[in-house]
């Protein structure tokens, strides 16, 4: 096959026509047209530069074509429009699809969280959501496990405000000195009546603890009947003072011991009992009824 040579006409008069354009002359072969052969503006050279830039694209493509294309046909049809066309469908369809899928989600979100209808003749009140399955890793609200219920007694509500008051000082004292948190709120509930007895009023001691300095200065200490008989008990300047000098006896001397048990109410209540923390013979029992009456052993998770 014979290949045609293309002349590149424009790309060798180039350095002519700026020559020309500079000195602001003509080409012989356009004196006679009218007016100057490039423009007076620059809109003008631009439009020219671009043309001659598309013809000179265009004979290289040929001259491509011819040299190593050349068993292809001579002219090649595109149809880029109808391809930009279905590219720009496409995506917006596919941009359509993620804001429906996006929207979709929201109202299904919404329709769960409507109220359900109450069962025909049913005559109760619609529920804002469907009944939730208890969630045992949830730890239920104070308001649902130390709020006050009908029913109780003037004491489990004196308790229970004992609890809601120092619950947070429990468990700060339980992550401080490793003691449950339990433990130190039965303690506090069981030796200061939920707060009420002369020994906390009078001395903020909720603990029961005794001075056994035999050379106290004064207002360390005041004598209190404890078991029929008289002995110096500590006194604090608040309740939680008080808190952390029961939380220091116990993390040290021989209570110490004790934290091996970790958070082991009950061997916590025996070991107390056993090491003398108290007189009273049923003090452990005591410990672990306050415990599990009041669900102390929350305190501890």
């Not at 709020?147 to 339980?174: C, H, L, N, S, W």
Request: aromatic share 12%; glycine share 8%; charged share 30%.
């Amino acid at each position: 096959m014979m290949k045609e040579k293309i002349p590149f006409t424009l790309l060798e008069d180039y350095p002519e026509r700026c020559e020309l354009q500079k000195a602001g002359e003509q080409r012989p072969e356009e004196a006679g047209q009218s007016g100057p052969v490039f423009g007076e503006s620059r809109k003008t050279d631009f439009r020219d530069l671009w043309a001659q830039l598309l013809v000179l694209l265009e004979q290289l493509g040929q001259y491509v074509r011819q040299k190593w294309f050349f068993w292809l046909p001579k002219r090649i049809r595109v149809p880029w429009f109808k391809l930009f066309t279905a590219f720009l469908l496409v995506y917006l369809f596919t941009q359509r699809n993620v804001v429906l899928q996006v929207q979709w989600g929201d109202l299904s979100d919404a329709a769960q969280s409507m109220a359900v209808p109450a069962a025909a003749g049913d005559g109760s009140v619609p529920a804002s959501r469907p009944p939730e399955e208890p969630d045992e890793g949830k730890a239920p609200s104070t308001a649902d496990v130390w709020g006050d219920k009908p029913g109780d007694t003037e004491k489990d509500r004196r308790y229970k405000a004992y609890i809601r008051r120092f619950q947070k000082v429990a468990r700060v004292e339980m992550e401080k000195f490793g003691i449950p948190a339990s433990i130190s709120m039965a303690q506090g509930l069981v030796e200061s009546d939920g707060g009420a007895s002369v020994l906390a009023t009078r001395n903020n001691n909720h603990f029961g603890i005794k001075c056994f300095s035999r050379s106290c200065k004064k207002g360390h200490c005041s004598n209190f009947s404890d078991d029929h008989h008289k002995d110096f008990f500590r006194i604090y300047g608040s309740a939680w003072e008080s808190w952390r000098a029961h939380s220091k006896l116990l993390a040290n001397g021989k209570y110490k011991s004790l934290k091996k048990y970790g958070k082991d109410y009950k061997a916590w209540a025996r070991g107390l009992k056993r090491l003398g923390y108290a007189t009273d013979p049923n003090y452990a029992n005591k410990l672990i009824r306050v415990i599990e009456k009041y669900q102390l052993y929350r305190l501890d998770q």
